[in-house]
């Protein structure tokens, strides 16, 4: 997703790679030494935004369909995205090079995918059960009751690899050390994709069950597993983002409590000592939920907080908030302190240049939807702001 590659849940479908028009904003000609690269999705297209600051098309977004996620391989010569179509929530993985020069692959979902990561030369994507549904309030989320570890009627999550070429069916992806028999259990581990840890391997969020304690584990290209964190309770870690420097790993805990809103807190963990430190919400009125994480170059750990149903009493709301736009904050000790900037999701360029996607989020019982599309802003060290793109649902920076 961004430059610390954060990856989380989201998915779309696409046919075929076809040219598109660029408003006025995003043919917005900013000093070639300062342009990012990056791909933008909105409800039309996949496009690239090159070293010109000119966009050039990937691949179209069929009608119906959202594209959630964004991730470049670590090359930066390929996309892939997660896509949902709105009306069912059916998801697909799909992937592309970036040049917009090739064929589109795509597959199609048996089980609900939430997450998806380039490993190599090959895709990986994680799978929340079969049972996963979209839930009533015509968001795109699935309800967590079905696909998040956590609650008893989780149904067992797998991370499936899928080929470097061609569109054969993906295959489990082999986690040596996490099977059930190894752990004493008799139900099947829980493994959700957190995202890359670079040249080192995945991250993934494992569990012997659905419902107990889960951890972090790196895996390595033979899949061979090893223990980054253990995370102390059954909430399940999203958002995962690293440090530019690979040392520090944060994660959203996303909770579903009978008889609380969720309420999401980052920890940020010391990758080398697998310690983590709780960033709590910053108090206020109704509960904090956290839209996305990221970092900074310098390792600082920035989060996108909203207010959602509340107060915390009673049942947890049924039906999501008014559309209200996040306030970035970044840490300050073990609490959060504003910057002053809103939005729902950023990445750090670098030289105080950070790219913004704003407009307003919805918080339902199950998390945030980021809905409608937003403003993607890149933001300059001296308070300026250049808009790239309109009605954006997913970005993402290349990698430097």
């Excluded at 408003?23 to 996949?46: C, I, K, M, W």
């Excluded at 970044?330 to 959060?336: A, E, L, Y």
């Amino acid at each position: 997703m961004t430059r610390s590659r954060a990856v989380v849940a989201g998915l779309v479908v696409v046919v075929a790679a076809t040219a598109c028009q660029t408003s006025a904003d995003e043919r917005g000609s900013a000093p070639q030494e300062t342009v990012v690269r990056l791909a933008v999705a909105d409800g039309t297209s996949v496009r690239v935004r090159g070293t010109t600051g000119s966009f050039s098309p990937v691949a179209r977004v069929p009608a119906g369909w959202r594209v959630e996620r964004l991730v470049w391989s670590d090359d930066a010569d390929r996309l892939a995205w997660l896509a949902v179509q709105v009306s069912t929530g059916a998801t697909r993985v799909v992937e592309a090079p970036a040049a917009g020069d090739g064929p589109v692959r795509q597959w199609t979902c048996a089980a609900r995918c939430g997450t998806v990561a380039f490993r190599g030369d090959g895709l990986v994507a994680d799978a929340m059960g079969s049972d996963a549904t979209a839930p009533d309030d015509g968001s795109t989320a699935p309800s967590p009751a079905k696909t998040a570890p956590g609650t008893d009627e989780t149904a067992p999550a797998s991370v499936n690899r899928y080929p470097a070429t061609g569109t054969a069916d993906p295959e489990p992806l082999p986690l040596t050390g996490l099977s059930a028999e190894n752990l004493g259990v008799e139900r099947p581990v829980v493994a959700l994709l957190l995202g890359t840890g670079g040249a080192d391997g995945l991250l993934v969020v494992t569990a012997a069950a659905p419902g107990v304690s889960s951890a972090i584990h790196r895996v390595a290209e033979d899949g061979t597993t090893s223990l980054v964190h253990e995370t102390g309770g059954t909430a399940v870690p999203r958002h995962g983002a690293l440090s530019p420097d690979g040392t520090q790993l944060a994660y959203t805990v996303d909770r579903a409590v009978a008889g609380c809103p969720p309420t999401d807190t980052v920890v940020l963990v010391d990758v080398a000592s697998g310690e983590g430190v709780p960033i709590a919400p910053s108090s206020a009125t109704a509960p904090q939920f956290v839209s996305d994480v990221w970092f900074d170059e310098a390792g600082t750990v920035y989060a996108a907080l909203l207010e959602g149903p509340g107060p915390c009493t009673g049942a947890p709301a049924s039906t999501p908030t008014a559309p209200v736009t996040a306030e970035v904050y970044r840490r300050d000790g073990t609490t959060w302190k504003s910057t002053g900037a809103r939005a729902s999701q950023g990445a750090d360029l670098g030289e105080g240049r950070t790219v913004l996607l704003t407009g307003p989020s919805t918080v339902g019982p199950d998390g945030v939807h980021r809905s409608p599309p937003g403003t993607l802003t890149l933001s300059d060290a001296s308070g300026s702001d250049q808009i790239l793109a309109r009605a954006v649902t997913a970005f993402a920076v290349a990698p430097s």
